[in-house]
T-cell receptor, first 115, second 113 residues
Framework: DVKVTQSSRYLVKRTGEKVFLECVQD?????MFWYRQDPGLGLRLIYF???????EKGDIPEGYSVSREKKERFSLILESASTNQTSMYLC??????????????FGEGSRLTVL | AQSVSQHNHHVILSEAASLELGCNYS??????LFWYVQYPGQHLQLLLK??????LVKGIKGFEAEFIKSKFSFNLRKPSVQWSDTAEYFC???????????FGKGTTLSVSS
């Protein structure tokens, strides 16, 4: 069974802290993504990666960075957390084949609260 | 830039009622279209997809969607909803091979028994 695992389901951090959100997939997928999900705003793409050490900005990259040192792992980093980054963060992976790139497999999500 | 528009924010239906959720996208070229569903407390999962061919596609749990190219639409339908269909539904599009999926804002469906 395919699996995308996000390391933390719930986190509470203070403003200014550095936050790491980890995501691991066991499907040997080339593509990995980070979205944030907010009520009424749907899913917004933060960053994505097509391959190891490759990254592309999504629609809302400000305040975030990512790291992909290994194919199976894609990390989202909040360098200095702010209250407006309180959200549900979703990691996903997919194959790179045309069209199939849209068949995303999602993790359970990491709910981050920044105080 | 691509965008996806879902017309209804919240839909409330009784069991056995018919469902249609609207989705329009803005992109002039070839697109791949998707509907994802998120049941309460669960992760997002693929409901159905359209790549090419027959514009009427069928997905899991009796859902179907019709791609109308001239209207840039990909509406989701189900003839008779069940209480277990209560969920949030997201339409999504990617325009070229390898580009990331762009999601709409979602529609919450509440089905009363």
């Amino acid at each position: 069974d395919v699996k995308v695992t996000q390391s933390s389901r719930y986190l509470v951090k203070r403003t200014g802290e550095k936050v790491f959100l980890e995501c691991v997939q066991d499907m040997d997928h080339e593509n990995m993504f980070w979205y944030r999900q907010d009520p009424g705003l749907g899913l917004r793409l933060i960053y994505f990666s097509y391959d190891v050490k490759m990254k592309e900005k999504g629609d809302i990259p400000e305040g975030y960075s990512v790291s992909r040192e290994k194919k199976e792992r894609f990390s989202l980093i909040l360098e200095s957390a702010s209250t407006n980054q309180t959200s549900m963060y979703l990691c996903a992976s997919s194959l790179p084949i045309q069209g199939r790139a849209g068949e995303l497999f999602f993790g359970e999500g990491s709910r981050l609260t920044v105080l | 830039a691509q965008s996806v528009s879902q017309h209804n924010h919240h839909v409330i239906l009784s069991e056995a009622a018919s469902l249609e959720l609207g989705c329009n996208y803005s992109y002039g070229g070839t697109v791949n279209l998707f509907w994802y569903v998120q049941y309460p407390g669960q992760h997002l999962q693929l409901l159905l997809k359209y790549f090419s061919g027959d514009p009427l596609v069928k997905g899991i749990k009796g859902f179907e969607a019709e791609f109308i190219k001239s209207k840039f639409s990909f509406n989701l339908r189900k003839p008779s909803v069940q209480w277990s269909d209560t969920a949030e539904y997201f339409c999504a599009v990617n325009a070229e091979a390898g580009t990331a999926l762009i999601f709409g804002k979602g529609t919450t469906l509440s089905v009363s028994s």
